[in-house]
């Protein structure tokens, strides 16, 4: 299946419709490390007739005054402070339905604080979306790995994707869940969001690019995950604390559920753990496993001396998943940038 994938895996193109506007859109909450380079990477796209708009989710640091000097020498740029966070709703998604209000382009572009959108990303992602008809063009973005920890668990997001999801998230599949979505870097029609409710429609949820991906096809629209590794890229944690509450925080949204998580367990543990425990017998298997792991590195340009932590990178994914759904059975919460999630 990962050869089928990454040989289906497509990089973005096509040529910008007459009358495109492009809403690039950033929620922002303590980002003050990151909105400046994020910001000047958004406003750097050309070809394209273009707003971007960061709303201030809370911020309790320097973020806003970050954008608001940029804004004072770019008129593209404005600043949106977000309402007070409702019951019952994730945090970035609030600040999402929030930008979406304020945007007036014909696509909107969700972008996460953390991500750098290389040259002419914007304008692919739309050229694309006119090409192939679809509503939603989304990407994982080049993931920059600078520690051990970001090591052990970022990788396993492509190799979800590349070694288990038919197709990886093409158009042609139609199914909703089938649909895939990455929701760092994710390109939506205005109007088809606004059919769909927006976010709104998924308003409680911590996943919200793949829920969005199947909220799109439930109501009959094309989605496409394609090739983001040259689109942008995106440290997503610095070090292994934060990389582990930050996949924990939306676990249960994926594999950590009562049913799946034994299975999935199965699946990887047997595939990508028991071979190395097992050898010389399996050096076979071992060697097929380190061969995926490799050629999703070079697909998605991830640093190569990941690859052979692939067995203790997926023991820690299924110990982030054994810990959430623990967590969740007992009715535990999490906490993400101040804010506690899930049951008290």
Known sequence: MAAVNLALLRVPHGAIPAGAKLSILIPARDEEANIRACVESALMQSGIALEVIVMDDGSRDATAAIVREIAARDPRLRLEQAPPLPKDWAGKVHACARLAECATGTHLLFLDADVRLE???????LGHAARTNC????GVPRQVIGSLGEALTVPIINLLLAGYLPAMGRAFTRMPGMAAGCGQLQLVEHAAYTRIG??????????????LARALRRAGERTELVQGAHLARCRMYEGFAASWNGFLKNACEGMATPIGLP???ALLAGGF???FLLLPDTALAAAL???????ITRQTREPWWTIPLLPFAVLTALAIQWTALTRAVRGGQTSWKGRAYGQA
């Open 263 to 265: 299975i999935w367990t």
């Open 119 to 125: 040259a002419g990303a914007a304008a692919a992602m």
């Open 273 to 275: 753990i028991a071979p």
């Open 135 to 138: 509503a939603m063009v989304s």
């Open 198 to 211: 927006g976010h709104e429609s998924l308003k409680t949820s911590m996943h919200d690019g793949l829920k």
């Open 289 to 295: 496993a380190l061969g995926v792991r490799a050629a």
